[in-house]
């Protein structure tokens, strides 16, 4: 076997596999187990781990000051996540676990509970199965920045940390309004968010420890431990502002907590731009593959490129040229496939516009085997469009592009011999949206895991949020 | 005989049958002696077998167990047994109805009497006559006479001489032909036939031959194309699996170095995540942390304390001896009140230098001797010098914090009095 004469070349699908699979990510977590338990017969621990196959389980520590709303907020987030919930009262409520009995006896005498034996309360509640198969939520716990470092020396690691925050005022007038189901344990306020039933506000109870006098204390003390725990996660930190109704502040934790984080993992980008005429599919391509330095791959261009340089697609594609018909699908994936099975397509990466045009052109792309990894839908509404297409001219002279209102011409001069390109006109842009619209929503369907931006903006902003959409791993959706 | 047969074939069937060789019925009265050298008479057995009692009529599959046919059957013993007591019956029946004559009156007795004409004289002696008589002797059986019938028809004979009737040799010529010449063609067919069955055999085997020479010209040429096959086949698979070895080499190598390179980063990220996640910390840090600081806070703390309750005592002094002056000015009338005492108070530390007399040199002394010694307590600890002198000048910051806390508290203390 010759470097020469059989060049090997490590097959794209091993690339697509790692990334589809997050086995990177499988990898560093377990060897993140292994390092923190050592355990001494690696292997069957390895196996128990990879059966375990709780890499995505959601970790989640909510803190906040008291009347923040971090129960009720936690609870959603258990329900919604369909995990465990997991509180002081909780934990030495367990029945089973002698443990919890020595912490309420505990508890019952000091009124508090020790560091030690809350951390160990917790250690052993997530070991037990449906904390290791359905993830945890801890709500209010560390409490302190003690607790904080003890929890994190034995090995429990958060992926999310919420920390909601709000000014005392409203805090303290918010606590003044909290009430208590004591059937179901669920938070209610009578302001904010009174229960519609009327047997559940029949039973509504007023907890205590509800007066400003106290509420004020405990924000004392949470804002003297606050500031300590918080440098402890750095990286994994959101904070959260509580004056917002508590539907938002849900909203924002969930797509919080349903974002993976960067990882190391090598990552070629595979880049889908989809948009209407006027979108700025093949500026943002081009500033793509200048600044990543990924292949851009215009498909039209392609097609051009071919027929230019007499290939054999070439002569099959000019009739249709000439004819101005469209181009058959065979014909373009034979040419688009040749592209993106090219060396320097497969190490760099590509973005690719102005291909899949419907739903058969995006399942021939997919059973290709070539499967963007990143897909962009541009939105831009119809006046944006026309805007920015009509008013597009070409000074004959020089050669330069201008735009009447975003790169007006410098003289009166150049303006009075500015022409326009015919395929610019109305008519046939509204022509050509229309064919657009028609198959958006298929595609659309289609990929799922697509990420719509607002075109209308300048193009650096688009830009920006391209990029982050790329760099930033795809966020998990529950179903 | 016939019992065997029927032995054999009751239990089988559960029938009975009865055979018997047909034989002359013997004459029941016997004429001559029973001589010596005839054979014994066969038993008798019943001749008909419509009465005979081993014979079972009717239903022939239940088995009867009926008693032996020597025995007498318990059914006919019963019979005679009724006949018996029918017999007895009738008997008694009939003595009843016989009619009698009338018993004898009483006194009386009957008496038989002859009423016939003749009378008979009834002697017990009975008259007898003795007669005899005798059978003929027995005789032996004469044999039996010869039977020849009587002659009966006529006896005739005659004679033919030699040449009477025809000439043996002429007549036998074309006789002899035939048969010579039969035999012979019989005998030419039979060659002929032999030959030719000979000839088949030979052409039989000279096509056997040849066809075992194709045969095997025909077997060696079908070996040939089989190992061309097979040779052929073999070396397809040979290079095929030389080819799916090297197509999985290659993947091998390249899924290796693939992993090799995908995994690159990993060491470095999983240490970097768990130094990020907490778990992997500065020592020295977390030592300081958790160690150190508290106990320095505590011992901040404490020694504010001291300073506190020092600083409370010298108050307390402070008041103790004003007090005393004020009263000793009060004593002496014509004195004016101590305008000092009032204005003193808003410098504690001008005051304890003004105060600092001789009488409560000592006290204040002591007093400060106290702080003072507190303060060494915590200056020999840290036996850094750094330590000390940072510990020191946080100790002066925080007496100088005191002392704008200590004039708040004496403003209180005055404004409480």
Redesign the interface.
């Known amino acids: 076997?010759d470097a020469t004469t059989?060049p090997?070349?490590?097959?794209p699908e091993?690339?697509q596999y790692?990334e589809e699979r997050h086995?990177?990510e499988l990898?560093?977590n377990m060897?993140?187990q292994l390092?923190?338990y050592q355990p001494k017969d690696p292997i069957p621990f390895m196996i128990t781990h990879l059966q375990q196959d709780n890499d995505n389980v959601p970790k989640i520590v909510i803190l906040g000051p008291p009347a923040s709303g971090k129960t009720t907020i936690a609870m959603w987030l258990c329900k919604h996540l369909s995990s465990n919930l997991l509180t002081m009262d909780n934990l030495m409520a367990q029945k089973f676990s002698s443990l919890a009995a020595v912490a309420r006896e505990h508890y019952q005498k000091m009124k508090k509970l020790s560091n030690t034996l809350l951390v160990r309360l917790i250690q052993e509640r997530l070991r037990e199965e449906d904390c290791i198969r359905r993830g945890w939520i801890l709500d209010g716990i560390p409490a302190t920045r003690?607790q904080?470092?003890m929890i994190?020396?034995i090995?429990i690691?958060p992926r999310h940390v919420i920390a909601l925050s709000a000014p005392d005022t409203v805090l303290i007038e918010r606590n003044l309004g909290k009430r208590i189901d004591p059937q179901t344990g669920e938070i209610y306020h009578t302001t904010f968010d009174w229960p519609p039933e009327s047997e559940i506000q029949n039973r509504l109870v007023v907890p205590g420890g509800i007066s400003e006098l106290e509420t004020a204390q405990k924000l004392l003390e949470y804002h003297r431990n606050i500031i300590r725990i918080l440098p402890?996660?750095?990286?994994?930190l959101k904070v959260i502002n509580a004056d917002q109704p508590c539907v938002d502040v849900f909203y924002q934790a969930l797509t919080y907590v349903q974002t993976n984080h960067r990882?190391?993992?090598?990552f070629t980008p595979r880049v889908l731009l989809f948009g209407p005429m006027g979108s700025g599919k093949s500026l943002q391509a081009a500033l793509l593959a200048q600044k990543y330095g990924l292949v851009n791959v215009h498909c039209g261009q392609l097609l051009k490129e071919a027929v230019a340089g007499e290939s054999k697609f070439g002569e099959l594609i000019q009739p249709y040229f000439q004819k101005e018909m469209a181009v058959p699908d065979s014909i373009i994936m034979k040419v688009l496939s040749q592209r993106l099975s090219q060396q320097d397509c497969i190490q760099r990466g590509w973005v690719l516009h102005g291909f899949p045009k419907d739903l058969d052109q995006a399942h021939m792309l997919n059973s290709l085997g070539y499967q963007p990894n990143r897909v962009f839908f541009l939105n831009v509404p119809f006046d944006s469009v026309i805007e920015r297409l009509t008013l597009r001219r070409l000074d004959p002279v020089t050669g330069e592009r201008y735009h009447l209102m975003y790169k007006p011409p410098p003289t009166l001069e150049i303006q009075a011999r500015l022409l326009q390109n015919p395929k610019d006109t109305e008519e046939q842009i509204k022509l050509k949206l229309d064919l657009f619209y028609r198959n958006f929503l298929e595609l659309e369907e289609f990929y799922r895991q697509a990420t719509t931006i607002n075109a209308d903006q300048d193009p650096y902003t688009v830009f920006e949020y391209i990029e982050s959409g790329i760099i930033n791993p795809l966020p998990k959706k529950v179903p | 005989v016939a019992s065997r047969l029927s032995g054999r074939t009751s239990p089988a069937m559960g029938t009975y049958t009865y055979t018997s060789r047909p034989r002359a019925l013997p004459c029941q009265r016997r004429r001559y002696r029973d001589s010596l050298t005839q054979p014994a008479e066969e038993p008798i057995h019943y001749g008909n077998i419509m009465y005979d009692r081993r014979v079972i009529r009717g239903n022939t599959y239940a088995v009867q167990t009926g008693p032996l046919p020597g025995q007498p059957d318990p059914i006919e013993i019963q019979r005679q047994q009724q006949a018996k007591r029918r017999a007895l019956a009738r008997k008694r029946a009939q003595e009843q109805l016989r009619p009698r004559t009338p018993e004898p009156v009483e006194g009386r007795k009957h008496v038989d009497v002859q009423t016939e004409i003749y009378l008979e004289e009834i002697a017990d002696r009975i008259i007898e006559v003795d007669m005899e008589c005798q059978t003929d002797a027995f005789l032996d059986r004469p044999p039996t006479p010869l039977f020849i019938p009587a002659k009966t028809g006529k006896d005739v004979a005659t004679q033919i001489l030699e040449g009477e009737l025809f000439d043996f040799d002429l007549e036998v010529k074309p006789m002899l032909e035939v048969l010579v010449g039969k035999t012979i063609e019989q005998s030419l067919l039979e060659v002929m036939e032999e030959e030719e069955l000979a000839n088949l055999r030979a052409t039989q085997y000279a096509y056997e031959e040849l066809r075992n020479v194709e045969l095997a010209e025909v077997q060696r040429l079908e070996e040939q194309e089989r190992r061309h096959r097979e040779e052929k086949e073999r070396r397809k698979q040979q290079q095929w699996e030389v080819v799916y070895k090297h197509n999985e080499t290659s993947q091998k190598v390249a899924a290796r170095v693939f992993a090799q390179r995908y995994l690159a980063d990993l060491l470095p990220s999983v240490f970097g995540s768990l130094r990020d996640g907490g778990y992997f910390f500065d020592p020295i840090e977390r030592d300081i942390e958790i160690g150190f600081l508290p106990w320095l806070m505590n011992e901040v703390d404490k020694t504010m304390e001291y300073n506190m309750v020092g600083r409370t005592v010298l108050d307390m002094l402070i008041r103790e001896v004003v007090e005393k002056r004020l009263a000793m000015y009060e004593h002496k009338e014509d004195q004016p009140p101590f305008v000092q005492s009032e204005d003193g108070f808003s410098g504690p530390r001008a005051m304890r230098e003004s105060l600092m007399g001789d009488e409560f040199h000592e006290q204040s002394a002591s007093q400060s001797q106290r702080v003072l010694q507190a303060r060494d307590s915590l200056q020999r600890t840290p036996s850094n010098r750094r330590y000390m002198e940072n510990v020191s000048s946080q100790e002066r910051k925080l007496t100088e914090e005191e002392d704008d806390e200590q004039t708040e508290r004496n403003i209180s203390g005055r404004e409480l009095l």
């Open positions: 076997m059989a090997h070349h490590i097959p091993m690339p790692g086995v990177f990898m560093q060897l993140e390092l923190i003690e904080a470092l994190q020396t090995g690691t402890a996660y750095p990286k994994i990882s190391n993992a090598p």
